[in-house]
Structures are given as C-alpha cells and as structure tokens.
C-alpha cells in the first residue's frame, strides 16, 4: 500500500513561487504515474500535472492553466514527486493534493489509486 503525505503549501504574493512535495512510502514512486490535482472553493478537483511511471518514459502533461509556470518531477532517490509553482497567480489558490496510479500513464482522476491529504496553497497580497 502506498502512502502519500503533500508538503510546501502556504501563503504567497501574485508573482511569487512555491515547490510542493509529494513524499510516497510504502512503495516505489517510479512505478506510478503521480498526478498534482487542485480543488479551490466551490470548484470541481482539476488536474494540474502529470508524470507517468517510468513504463512511460516518466512523461509529464499540465493543465493550460498552468503550462509555463508549473513543473512537475520525479526524484527516485527520495521516493518524492515535485512540483514547482512559479509566477503563482491568484486564481492558483487551492488545497493541492498528489494522486498515484500504479503503472499509470495519463492521471485521470477517476484512475488514481491513491490520495494524500493535500496541503493548502493561497496566493494573495
């Protein structure tokens, strides 16, 4: 069973950034795809990011919303999944979770076989 425990959120300026970490144990990371998903008050989960497990060649996807100002990555070594949040925007504010899909490709929420708890991102003035 693998466990994931999200960690980095907090309070940021527009403009500013942040680096979220999906800590996973119980398992090896490498062999799921590890999604970054945002749910924001009153608003539907949104998938952010996408890495694929290494079956995959560790592809990443993102959101348009996000595409240039986010980066997703993988570092075996620690068993952790990243994701760096740059030129955060206000409409970036929203509990951030991180999902694993065993031998997964594409992080469809509907697939992800494991969930953290999320950690909490507000970006205001």
């Known amino acids: 069973q693998l466990q994931l425990v999200e960690s980095g959120g907090g309070l940021v300026q527009p403009g500013g950034s942040l680096r979220l970490s999906c800590l996973a144990s119980g398992s090896t990371v490498d062999y799921y795809a590890i999604g970054w998903f945002r749910q924001a008050p009153g608003k539907e989960r949104e998938r952010v990011s996408c890495i694929s497990s290494s079956s995959f060649d560790a592809t990443t996807t993102y959101a348009d919303s996000v595409t240039g100002r986010f980066t997703t990555s993988r570092d075996n070594d620690k068993n952790t999944v990243y994701l760096q949040m740059n030129s955060l925007k206000p409409e970036d504010t929203a509990v951030y979770y991180c999902?694993?899909?065993?031998?997964?490709?594409?992080?469809?929420?509907?697939?992800?076989?494991?969930w953290g708890k999320g950690t909490l991102v507000t970006v205001s003035s």
């Open positions: 999902a694993a899909e065993w031998y997964g490709r594409s992080c469809h929420p509907g697939t992800m076989d494991y």
